[in-house]
């Protein structure tokens, strides 16, 4: 999974008109986890969701589904759609770094699960970033006069930790800084 992440990052440096080995040198010991989760069946009748609407703290997140399905992702005209699990494909999922990164250019993705399938539910999230310790500055292709810098530089450790404290404070939508 490391290593897809790792030639994934060459894609997303070629979508921001840097060198494809732009990422090289800030993901040579990145930040990574895999993370198991189970999504008991739901009442179909429910108003519930597995997991309520949030962002992903990462860079970006690679997901493994099952078939039962349940993923929903927040579409542009502000509904929430199905991902329909594809078999032998991973879903890619903008995380909040790597917005802070492209200085709003890529959006993370807002995203949560409702499984009234009737079927228990797994999944299997990836969430990368670049080394903790590295100091991630908005990319000088995403930055212009017309287009100032939104964000400071800020490490990835840090970066997760202040999402992490935000979210333990009660804010667990979505946060931008």
Same mark, same amino acid.
């Given at each position: 999974?490391?290593?897809?992440?790792?030639?994934?990052?060459r894609c997303?440096a070629l979508?921001?008109?840097l060198? %494809?080995?732009?990422?090289d040198g800030? $993901?040579? %010991? /990145?930040?990574a986890?895999l993370? $198991?989760? *189970? !999504? /008991? /069946?739901?009442?179909?009748d429910?108003?519930q969701?597995g997991i309520s609407?949030?962002?992903? =703290? &990462?860079? =970006?997140?690679?997901?493994?589904? &099952?078939?039962?399905?349940g993923?929903? +992702?927040?579409?542009?005209h502000?509904?929430?759609?199905?991902?329909t699990?594809?078999e032998?494909? !991973?879903?890619?999922?903008?995380?909040?770094?790597l917005q802070? #990164?492209?200085?709003?250019?890529f959006?993370?993705?807002? #995203? @949560?699960?409702?499984?009234?399938s009737?079927? %228990? @539910?797994?999944?299997?999230?990836? =969430?990368?970033?670049?080394?903790p *310790?590295e100091? $991630?500055?908005?990319?000088?292709?995403?930055?212009?006069? %017309?287009?100032?810098a939104?964000?400071e530089?800020?490490?990835?450790?840090?970066? $997760?930790?202040k @999402?992490?404290?935000a979210?333990?404070?009660g804010n667990?939508? +979505?946060?931008?800084?």
């Open positions: 999974m490391t290593r897809l992440s790792q030639r994934l990052v997303f979508a921001l008109d060198p %494809e080995d732009f990422y800030m $993901i040579k %010991e /990145p930040k986890n993370r $198991i989760l *189970h !999504y /008991p /069946p739901q009442d179909p429910a108003d969701v609407a949030h962002t992903d =703290f &990462d860079a =970006f997140t690679l997901l493994k589904q &099952d078939d039962v399905g993923l929903q +992702v927040l579409n542009k502000g509904e929430f759609v199905s991902a699990p594809i032998g494909t !991973y879903v890619v999922n903008i995380g909040d770094l802070r #990164h492209s200085n709003n250019y959006s993370s993705t807002l #995203h @949560r699960v409702v499984n009234k009737g079927r %228990e @539910r797994y999944s299997a999230p990836y =969430f990368f970033s670049f080394d *310790h100091l $991630i500055p908005i990319a000088p292709t995403c930055v212009s006069e %017309e287009n100032p939104q964000y530089p800020i490490t990835t450790s840090q970066y $997760i930790a @999402r992490a404290d979210s333990r404070s667990t939508y +979505v946060s931008r800084s």
